[in-house]
T-cell receptor, first 115, second 112 residues
Framework: DGGITQSPKYLFRKEGQNVTLSCEQN?????MYWYRQDPGQGLRLIYY???????QKGDIAEGYSVSREKKESFPLTVTSAQKNPTAFYLC??????????????FGPGTRLTVL | AQSVTQPDIHITVSEGASLELRCNYS??????LFWYVQSPGQGLQLLLK??????LVQGIKGFEAEFKRSQSSFNLRKPSVHWSDAAEYFC??????????FGRGTSLIVHP
């Protein structure tokens, strides 16, 4: 089955540690996105990538980093510089880079908790 | 810049009752509009989308939405709610930037 997988489902981190969240898609989509979700705040865009080896900052990129070395993979690193990283993180992909009519497909999410 | 407002944080309905979730957008031209649903601890699933043409859009699970340009709205409706519809609902707008902007979501509670 085609889709987006995110791992792990739950992640615990000590303060001062960097952690990497995995996102893989087998939909052959060009564009991939990372969102952060906090209660009552909807989805906020962290980073997005429209093509391999290229990515753009979203609205809340500070304290996060990404890479896009392969079309199917878009890992997100939450660095120690992110002051409040506890949240639910969602990865998404869409077929056409920059296609405004395109639909986003979402992974199941990773819940990160900083201890 | 585009924006979207979902005025209701929570909506409570009885099973079998009708439902309307509100969504208002701000964008200078005709945007592309989406409704997504999220079950607890899960990702988002597309319910329906509007790009052009007929302003009444049919989606999955018996949902529909109507685009009203004069009111800058794209409200989601369902004639008879089932207990399994309890979830978080998000409206999203795509304008010239081609990146969706999501509303804050409306939590639907269904009473038996």
């Amino acid at each position: 089955d085609g889709g987006i997988t995110q791992s792990p489902k739950y992640l615990f981190r000590k303060e001062g540690q960097n952690v990497t969240l995995s996102c893989e898609q087998n939909l052959n989509h060009d564009a991939m996105y990372w969102y952060r979700q906090d209660p009552g705040q909807g989805l906020r865009l962290i980073y997005y990538s429209q093509i391999v080896n290229d990515f753009q900052k979203g609205d809340i990129a500070e304290g996060y980093s990404v890479s896009r070395e392969k079309k199917e993979s878009f890992p997100l690193t939450v660095t120690s510089a992110q002051k409040n990283p506890t949240a639910f993180y969602l990865c998404a992909s869409s077929m056409v880079a920059g296609g405004s009519t395109d639909t986003q497909y979402f992974g199941p999410g990773t819940r990160l908790t900083v201890l | 810049a585009q924006s979207v407002t979902q005025p209701d944080i929570h909506i409570t309905v009885s099973e079998g009752a009708s439902l309307e979730l509100r969504c208002n957008y701000s964008y200078g031209a005709t945007p592309y509009l989406f409704w997504y649903v999220q079950s607890p601890g899960q990702g988002l699933q597309l319910l329906l989308k509007y790009f052009s043409g007929d302003t009444l859009v049919q989606g999955i699970k018996g949902f529909e939405a109507e685009f009203k340009r004069s009111q800058s709205s794209f409200n989601l409706r369902k004639p008879s709610v089932h207990w399994s519809d309890a979830a978080e609902y998000f409206c999203a707008v795509v304008g010239g930037s081609y990146i969706p902007t999501f509303g804050r979501g409306t939590s639907l509670i269904v009473h038996p």
